[in-house]
């Protein structure tokens, strides 16, 4: 959750609603093609990393996933779906710690 809150920290509120939804529900399967990154995939990470030192190479990885990924399994069966009051008041928890 720390991760999704300094994504959204980086790139703004207007940002929170589709990188917090699409990691949320796609957390597992992104955590695991990220832990599977090659050497490769990683400098692609390293190299942005240079440019937004705020954000840790794993944040970066995340990013990059979400905006350049392939679709996860999850990603066709909750198109449209909204964020329950649970998820939505678990990101403002960590917003506000």
Same mark, same amino acid.
């Given at each position: 959750m720390?991760?999704?809150?300094d994504?959204?920290?980086?790139?703004g509120i207007e940002l929170y609603r589709?990188? *917090?939804?699409?990691?949320?529900?796609?957390w597992e399967e992104i955590s695991a093609r990220i832990n599977g990154y090659t050497?490769?995939?990683w400098s692609v990470a390293d190299e942005?990393?240079? *440019? *937004?030192?705020?954000l840790?190479?794993?944040?970066?990885?995340?990013?990059i996933e979400v905006l350049e990924g392939e679709d996860t399994f999850n990603q066709g069966e909750n198109v449209g779906r909204r964020l329950?009051?649970?998820?939505?008041?678990s990101i403002r928890k960590e917003q506000d710690d």
């Open positions: 720390n991760k999704v809150v994504l959204i920290e980086y790139f589709p990188i *917090t939804r699409l990691l949320l529900s796609n050497e490769a995939e942005i990393q240079k *440019t *937004t030192p705020t840790d190479r794993f944040s970066i990885a995340m990013l329950s009051e649970e998820e939505l008041r």
